[in-house]
């Protein structure tokens, strides 16, 4: 069966949404999720259901020597679907995965508006990487959402539940050749490593150890997520119109609830921080002086201290601007 978006996705949406704007690549998984999405829209066509606009959205970082030429083939691979492509370009700070990730999410932001659905084709494997990636960076144990708010319009991975192998039939039975990138097999960068070395051996050893992971991971973002929900409250009287930490909030409050509030505010805009550098965060916010110290540099994206309030920051500004913070991201 193709892997329709459904209950968590494209038909979860209550009312439907406006515009759904599918991440295309045009790799394997992506072009099986867009395959889907285009079989199931026209399904509710033909039942004469209100459809979406639907768009691909096609991202140029400008590192690779073929970016231009998978572009090209993406679009020709959308417009053979009927599907309009967007074209995104973004600056990368520096050449590595996290910093086009943060250029990527922050592009996505800044393109949906209110009532959009953002469609990603992160799939089981690609949870299972990010999992073992966090556990080895030290910053806990999380699954990747299947569905969380990003700038105006929502984000989804609706098959996240399906194998890459299950994606990929998808693709071949239709007779479409995607994009490949060979930067997926070449074990210097981390998370090639993880899926080409890591999982398997893992695997060998102690068969089932990434299927526990991801379980372990999934009960983990559940209390993350019920955590997050009652700090809400306190979180919003503490955050200003400007997205502005005030740092009164942390102040006074015993270890656990200052860190759990910190990494609330971070979580939406960096992702996981690791518990010793979240300490080191908060020792530095309340010892920081009222104007324009530098507490960090996370993912490419600096935090930094104004009248009582941290900010993160794209660049290097004046103190004086904290009004022109980069929005962060989330996987």
Do not use: K
């Not at 999720?33 to 209100?50: P, Y």
């Not at 609330?264 to 996981?272: C, E, H, I």
């Amino acid at each position: 069966p193709l892997p329709c978006p459904r209950a968590r996705g494209l038909a979860g949406a209550a009312p439907p949404p406006r515009r759904c704007l599918v991440v295309f690549s045009g790799g394997a998984d992506s072009t099986a999720l867009l395959l889907g999405t285009v079989l199931l829209r026209a399904a509710w066509q033909a039942e004469g259901r209100r459809v979406p606009v639907l768009q691909a959205l096609h991202v140029h970082h400008g590192l690779a020597a073929a970016a231009d030429d998978w572009a090209a083939r993406a679009r020709a691979i959308a417009l053979g679907l009927g599907v309009p492509v967007l074209d995104l370009r973004v600056r990368v700070q520096g050449r590595s995965e996290t910093a086009a990730r943060v250029a990527r999410y922050e592009a996505f932001s800044r393109v949906l508006r209110d009532g959009d659905l953002l469609l990603l084709g992160h799939h089981a494997e690609d949870d299972a990487e990010t999992v073992r990636l966090d556990v080895l960076r030290g910053a806990g144990v999380r699954a990747m959402p299947a569905r969380r708010a990003l700038g105006a319009g929502t984000l989804v991975r609706p098959v996240l539940g399906l194998g890459h192998a299950a994606l990929a039939a998808v693709v071949d039975v239709a007779g479409i050749a995607p994009v490949v990138d060979p930067a997926n097999a070449d074990a210097a960068h981390a998370r090639s490593l993880v899926r080409h070395r890591v999982l398997p051996l893992a695997d060998s050893h102690w068969p089932g150890v990434t299927r526990r992971l991801r379980q372990l991971a999934r009960a983990q973002s559940e209390r993350d997520a019920a955590l997050a929900l009652l700090l809400q409250p306190l979180l919003r009287r503490g955050v200003g119109d400007d997205g502005g930490l005030q740092l009164g909030l942390l102040r006074g409050q015993p270890l656990p609830v200052a860190r759990a509030l910190l990494s609330a505010w971070l979580m939406p805009r960096v992702g996981p921080v690791p518990l010793r550098h979240l300490d080191e965060l908060l020792r530095q916010l309340l010892t920081a002086p009222d104007t324009g110290r530098v507490a960090s540099t996370l993912r490419g994206l600096q935090l930094r201290c104004h009248r009582d309030a941290a900010y993160l920051l794209a660049h290097a500004q004046p103190a004086s601007a904290p009004d022109a913070g980069a929005r962060g991201a989330r996987r």
